[in-house]
């Protein structure tokens, strides 16, 4: 399915969500190149969250630029396909070929601030991720690899600590909102 229609179509429950909802058409709108990440401003990335089959575990990588376990996914690159990009991330960055998709619509619609740094010897200046994230189960006993190029490890971390290891404290309460979602379901 197409990013607008995806995000035309979820279903905005929080203020946060329906703010960023409304905020991303908006942008799609007035920017053809949204998919792309020479948007300087801001641009469409797709992100899964992936919890074991019993929802005592999470699975986060440890992300070389921002020096934190997090979620896995990364930027459309032109691709109009969410869940396919979402999907193709999770596989490159964890090296798992079959997940348990929640469901063909995502769990959740964020509007992140992504801080400057420097990215393969570039400058890359603070800008907005437009994300659209997805919900994954998988058996967490399959064999597991990270990709270096992205992250420093992978692992999997108890559902009840796995917050005390991330040190971006602006994507806590993104993570604690997915969770919630995807523990009610």
């Known amino acids: 399915m197409n990013y607008i229609d995806v995000v035309q179509d979820y279903n ?6 329906k703010i960023d909802q409304e905020l991303m058409l908006d942008f799609f709108k007035r920017n053809p190149d949204a998919l792309d990440r020479s948007n300087l ?3 469409v990335t797709s ?3 992936i919890m074991n089959m019993a929802k005592t575990k999470v ?3 440890f992300h070389n630029i921002y020096q934190s376990w997090g979620w896995f996914g990364g930027h459309n690159d ?3 396909d969410c869940l396919h990009v979402a999907l193709k ?8 070929e079959s997940f348990k998709k929640i469901s063909e619509s995502p769990v959740a619609l964020d509007v992140i601030h992504v801080q400057n740094h420097i990215k393969k010897g570039r400058y890359v200046p603070d800008h907005l991720h437009l994300n659209v994230t997805y919900g994954l189960w998988v ?3 399959v064999a597991i690899n990270y990709n270096e190029a992205e992250h420093s490890g992978i692992k999997w971390f108890d559902i ?6 991330v040190k971006e404290d602006r994507m806590i309460p993104l993570y604690q909102k997915i969770e919630k979602r995807m523990m009610a379901l």
């Open 12 to 17: 905005a429950t929080l203020e946060q969500e």
């Open 41 to 43: 401003t801001a641009h």
């Open 47 to 49: 992100s899964v969250f």
């Open 59 to 61: 699975l986060m990588g």
């Open 78 to 80: 032109g691709e109009a």
């Open 89 to 96: 991330e999770a596989t490159e960055e964890t090296g798992i």
């Open 139 to 141: 058996d967490d006993a």
């Open 160 to 165: 009840n600590d796995y917050l005390d290891h």
